[in-house]
């Protein structure tokens, strides 16, 4: 398996899926910065990654600002076309080449498409019987490092990362 590109849902991946709302109306997000040693990750394997969400919100185009994530597609209703799309200015397959983490019934059938997806843990069931990994942390609780984690040991990349910090 050599997969290039990892896309990512973020509500309920990223973040614990609450929308949070001061007095004012400004809505807040919950960030767990465990995430960002994924992206580290992965990126040091030579993977590129991309974001694509339902909600369009600054908050997620900050977040992505600041760990320099530069394919961020805010406001999809079909996540799976726009994957396609991506696949196709990137010159990868999909099927192949391509992995996803997701959490709802908006990312079925992305979650069917690629090669390689996961869940968090506290995605419904008939979500995480869709992946090919179900991982132990909730959305929001690091769920994102964990799956980059887990992809990275299924090419046996994993420790030679690790490595590279003495590990």
Same mark, same amino acid.
């Given at each position: 398996?050599?997969?290039?590109?990892?896309?990512?849902d973020?509500?309920?991946?990223?973040?614990?899926?609450?929308?949070?709302?001061?007095?004012?109306?400004n809505?807040?997000?919950?960030?767990?910065?465990?995430?960002s040693?994924?992206?580290?990750?992965?990126?040091?394997?030579?993977?590129?990654?991309?974001?694509?969400?339902?909600?369009?919100?600054?908050?997620?185009?900050?977040?992505?600002?600041?760990?320099?994530?530069?394919?961020?597609?805010?406001?999809v209703?079909?996540?799976?076309?726009?994957?396609?799309?991506?696949?196709?200015?990137?010159?990868i397959?999909?099927?192949?080449?391509?992995a996803?983490?997701?959490?709802?019934?908006?990312?079925?059938?992305?979650?069917?498409?690629?090669?390689?997806?996961?869940?968090?843990?506290n995605a419904?069931?008939?979500?995480?019987?869709?992946?090919?990994?179900k991982?132990?942390?909730?959305?929001?609780d690091?769920?994102f /490092?964990?799956?980059?984690?887990?992809?990275?040991?299924?090419?046996?990349?994993?420790?030679g990362?690790?490595? /590279?910090?003495?590990?």
């Amino acid at each position: 398996m050599n997969i290039k590109l990892v896309i990512t849902d973020i509500d309920g991946v990223w973040t614990d899926g609450g929308m949070y709302y001061d007095e004012t109306g400004n809505e807040l997000k919950k960030f767990n910065t465990s995430d960002s040693a994924g992206v580290i990750f992965l990126r040091d394997a030579g993977k590129e990654i991309a974001v694509i969400t339902g909600e369009n919100t600054v908050i997620v185009e900050n977040r992505t600002k600041k760990l320099k994530i530069e394919n961020v597609f805010s406001g999809v209703k079909d996540k799976l076309q726009k994957a396609k799309e991506l696949c196709e200015k990137l010159n990868i397959s999909l099927q192949e080449e391509v992995a996803y983490i997701g959490d709802d019934i908006n990312d079925i059938n992305l979650l069917k498409a690629v090669k390689f997806s996961g869940a968090p843990a506290n995605a419904p069931e008939y979500i995480k019987d869709l992946v090919t990994v179900k991982l132990k942390k909730k959305g929001g609780d690091g769920a994102f /490092r964990e799956f980059a984690e887990e992809l990275l040991k299924a090419e046996n990349k994993f420790n030679g990362i690790l490595s /590279r910090y003495g590990l």
